[in-house]
């Protein structure tokens, strides 16, 4: 009878070990290549299982080739913190600035910054606390144009035009959100403020390749 019973036990006890992230607490998926291609760095966030609790982003990097495993814990997290902007440096090392949840204004922008290692990759982080926050508008996009380090986009309402070092940018094929942020101070302490901006159009990721756009991934 024991014996009868100990496959059955083993099958629980597997189950009851499966460490793997809910696909349905998924959500908000992006990537960005190397700009070599041999890698992408999978943004994406993850939901909490609990009723009452938070959830965070994450990132993976995987070969370029490969799809993305999102069931998997082997990602790099960043505390509760955002990773709202990323760039490749070069194929071994990844700049990151991160918004930090109730850090309040500081005596400077970035209030800290560390380097770390994880796996393969030098990620380089830069950490801020939040001035304000908005949305600059809804727009549809007639034409656009990249030009190196700044980015110009004209719209059924006013040209808006950004510095690429200054932006974060998610696209498609039909649309872009962009976050610009600039440094904002009260009372000699500060913080970042982020605007975001929602265009529709016809939109190319060939053209933004060189300034890292983030692709958007159908949830």
């Known amino acids: 009878m024991i014996k009868n019973l100990l496959p059955i036990l083993l ?16 959500n908000s998926r992006e990537k ?19 009723a009452f609790g938070s959830g965070f982003t994450v990132v993976q990097i995987i070969p370029f080739n490969k799809n993305c495993n999102y069931s998997s814990r082997d990602f790099l997290r960043f505390g509760n913190n955002y990773p709202f902007w990323i760039k490749w440096k070069d194929r ?9 949840q109730d850090a309040g204004l500081q005596k ?3 209030f800290k910054r560390e380097v770390i290692q994880w796996k393969d990759w030098t990620i380089e982080i830069e950490y801020y606390s939040i001035f ?38 998610s696209m498609d094929d039909t649309s872009i ?37 983030f692709i958007k991934i159908p949830d």
């Not at 099958?11 to 998924?26: P, R």
């Not at 190397?34 to 909490?48: C, D, G, M, Q």
């Not at 071994?92 to 991160?98: D, L």
């Not at 304000?132 to 986009?153: A, F, K, P, R």
């Open 11 to 26: 099958i629980i006890l597997t189950l009851g070990c499966d460490n793997s992230i809910d696909s349905s607490l998924i």
């Open 32 to 50: 960005l290549n190397s700009p070599n291609k041999e890698f992408t760095l999978y943004r994406y966030f993850i939901k909490s299982s609990m």
């Open 92 to 100: 071994n090392t990844i700049s990151v600035k991160c918004l930090v």
């Open 108 to 110: 400077t922008q970035p």
């Open 132 to 169: 304000s926050s908005g949305l600059g508008g809804e727009y549809d996009c007639t034409n656009y144009s990249v030009d190196g380090n700044e980015i110009t986009l004209k719209t059924n309402k006013e040209p808006l035009k950004f510095k690429i070092d200054d932006v974060q940018i």
């Open 177 to 213: 959100n962009l976050k610009h942020f600039k440094t904002d101070y009260f009372n000699s302490k500060y913080g970042l403020s982020i605007t975001s901006y929602n265009l529709t159009g016809d939109f190319d990721e060939n053209d933004f390749i060189k300034q890292q756009a």
